[in-house]
């Protein structure tokens, strides 16, 4: 028996209590109206009664997750017949010392106790008790385990999300460190110019994207800072800029979901002297999604787009938690410019 652990939910002592109250005064006011002797109905459920809860408790709670839940179905079937032979000789006795010895007034004809009809009346109707408060429980029970799958799920989705988000930032702050880390070998003057952006990105980061959605204009604000710190490492070669069209004050977007394609660009930019153009647009044309899209031109030898490192892989397993199959994703290459569109609800 060590080896079972009950996982069933747990009702409240007081719905326990309340059930069996309103269970009694239903058949006392049944039988009562059936015999026209409520004072009888009464004396006999009184008897009854706690010999129902004790059978439908040990059911539930030993017989079922002991015996059925280990597939022990001969012995279930034993233990349930034991019960009611139990059952039976202990309410028929307390019956007939303590209530009537007309021990069976509903029977026409012969109202002995012991004779094969008698014993099937009282099985059947303990079996119906048994039958009905074994429903109401597995019912509940499913009900509750139902809702715990959902949550779990909900939990382990969150907490997917969670992990994809903290693997994009410290690659986005690896890479900033890396173009930081040439820039003091050069000694650059810029160089400080860019601690102050990445110190304004980390506090962005780490203490300002806590919710699961965050106002678009945060996020723009966000992926101007890194356009201003790709400018200060690329200076005159960068030529970016971001567009913004329709209604977007209200518009909630996941944090940190668009700079991975934008960090694509300059990973996979033009190489060598020539200018690094990325064009960067967000469009909300009130049918209830928004619509990004970002251009960067590229090697014209280049003959099919690449779909990125970590980050772009990231941010498309957070779309798919965050969206299911309700967003629209693509790349392309159109006269030598790499194109990412992406369509997400808002």
């Known amino acids: 028996m060590k080896g079972f652990k009950n996982t069933s939910a747990v009702i409240h002592p007081k719905y326990h209590v309340l059930f069996w109250l309103v ?9 009562g109206s059936y015999f026209d002797d409520y004072w009888y109905s009464f004396k006999s459920n009184l008897v009854e009664f706690p010999l129902h809860i004790w059978v439908v408790y040990v059911n539930i709670y030993w017989l079922i997750p002991y015996l059925i839940v280990k597939k022990k179905y001969k012995s279930y079937i034993g233990g349930i017949a034991v019960l009611l032979a139990m059952v039976y000789v202990v309410r028929t006795g307390l019956n007939y010392v303590l209530v009537t010895q007309s021990i069976w007034p509903e029977a026409e004809g012969v109202q002995e106790a012991f004779t094969f009809n008698h014993i099937v009346a009282v099985v059947l109707g303990e079996l119906y008790v048994i039958a009905l408060v074994t429903t109401i429980k597995l019912t509940y029970d499913w009900i509750y385990e139902l809702n715990r799958s959902k949550d779990l799920k909900k939990v382990q989705l969150q907490m997917e999300l969670d992990l994809l988000k903290s693997q994009i930032q410290p690659h986005f702050f690896f890479n900033t460190l890396n173009n930081l880390y040439a820039l003091t070998l050069a000694k650059s003057n810029v160089a400080p110019s860019v601690v102050l952006k990445l110190s304004d990105i980390m506090q962005y980061v ?8 965050i106002n678009l204009f945060d996020e723009v604000k966000y992926v101007q800072n890194y356009l201003d710190l790709e400018r200060l490492r690329y200076g005159d070669r960068i030529d970016a800029s971001i567009e913004i069209g329709g209604e977007l004050e209200n518009v909630k977007v996941p944090p940190l979901l668009f700079l991975p394609f934008i960090e694509n660009c300059f990973k996979h930019g033009a190489y060598g002297d020539d200018p690094m153009r990325v064009a960067i647009s967000f469009n909300n044309v009130n049918d209830g999604f928004l619509y990004f899209k970002v251009e960067n031109s590229i090697d014209r030898t280049e003959k099919t787009p690449s779909s990125g490192g970590i980050g772009i892989q990231n941010v498309t397993r957070r779309l798919e938690l965050l969206f299911k199959q309700n967003f629209e994703l693509s790349y392309q290459i159109v006269n030598a410019k790499y194109c990412v569109s992406l369509k997400i609800p808002v």
């Open 206 to 213: 780490l203490y300002e994207v806590k919710e699961p959605l």
């Open 23 to 31: 269970y009694f005064l239903f058949n006392v006011i049944r039988w």
